[in-house]
T-cell receptor
Framework: ELKVEQNPLFLSMQEGKNYTIYCNYS?????LYWYRQDPGKSLESLFV?????AVKQEGRLMASLDTKARLSTLHITAAVHDLSATYFC?????????????????FGKGTHLIIQP | GAGVSQSPSNKVTEKGKDVELRCDPI?????LYWYRQSLGQGLEFLIY????????KSGLPSDRFSAERTGGSVSTLTIQRTQQEDSAVYLC?????????FGPGTRLTVT
């Protein structure tokens, strides 16, 4: 059974600081997703990491994937209040090799991030 | 363009009743997924449709849950004889390749 663990589950930090959220998973997979969820809202896709060593950046967020260590990180640089949200990582259980798409995702419990002005 | 849409946005039902939840995926997306989100269980995968292939039902929690996808587009998730533990937000997502785009969800409350 695939297990996905995030830590920390709760993080309160000040604006301007840097921090990293960690995502470990238990079974080989080379497809790792990061999502953001605001209260009462649905999931917004942030990054899809498709190979070992993949690194993607968007604004103050940067995600990386180490498939050998089964670890992904989401790094926040110089945090701002608008980044306050819950962040989820998710892993595709199996990879569809043809026709695109991916099988159902297994999610971590989420990291509730509060950034204090 | 239009994203994934779901209806209804909220549904309150009595224990024992059947409910149907609808999902309209992004046009042209071949894959469609159902998930549910609850405080106790977090985000759980329920079922996955890919093109004309048989659906992956491995995440359905019981035989009271079923889903169909008509014409490779719209999908309906049906829960029979609802129980209080079925209360959750049911999310639909669709994809063309790897990225899954989520709809706004249906909040189901079973009283």
């Amino acid at each position: 059974e695939l297990k996905v663990e995030q830590n920390p589950l709760f993080l309160s930090m000040q604006e301007g600081k840097n921090y990293t959220i960690y995502c470990n998973y238990s079974t080989t997979s080379d497809r790792l997703y990061w999502y953001r969820q605001d209260p009462g809202k649905s999931l917004e896709s942030l990054f899809v990491l498709l190979s070992n060593g993949a690194v993607k950046q968007e604004g103050r967020l940067m995600a990386s994937l180490d498939t050998k260590a089964r670890l992904s990180t989401l790094h926040i640089t110089a945090a701002v209040h608008d980044l306050s949200a819950t962040y989820f990582c998710a892993v595709a259980l199996r990879v569809v090799l043809s026709g695109g798409g991916a099988d159902g995702l297994t999610f971590g419990k989420g990291t509730h991030l509060i950034i204090q002005p | 363009g239009a994203g994934v849409s779901q209806s209804p946005s909220n549904k309150v039902t009595e224990k024992g009743k059947d409910v149907e939840l609808r999902c309209d995926p992004i046009s042209g997306h071949t894959a469609l997924y159902w998930y549910r989100q609850s405080l106790g269980q977090g985000l759980e995968f329920l079922i996955y449709f890919q093109g004309n292939s048989a659906p992956d039902k491995s995440g359905l929690p019981s035989d009271r849950f079923s889903a169909e996808r008509t014409g490779g587009s719209v999908s309906t998730l049906t829960i029979q004889r609802t129980q209080q533990e079925d209360s959750a937000v049911y999310l639909c997502a669709s994809s063309l390749e790897y990225e899954q785009y989520f709809g706004p969800g249906t909040r189901l409350t079973v009283t």
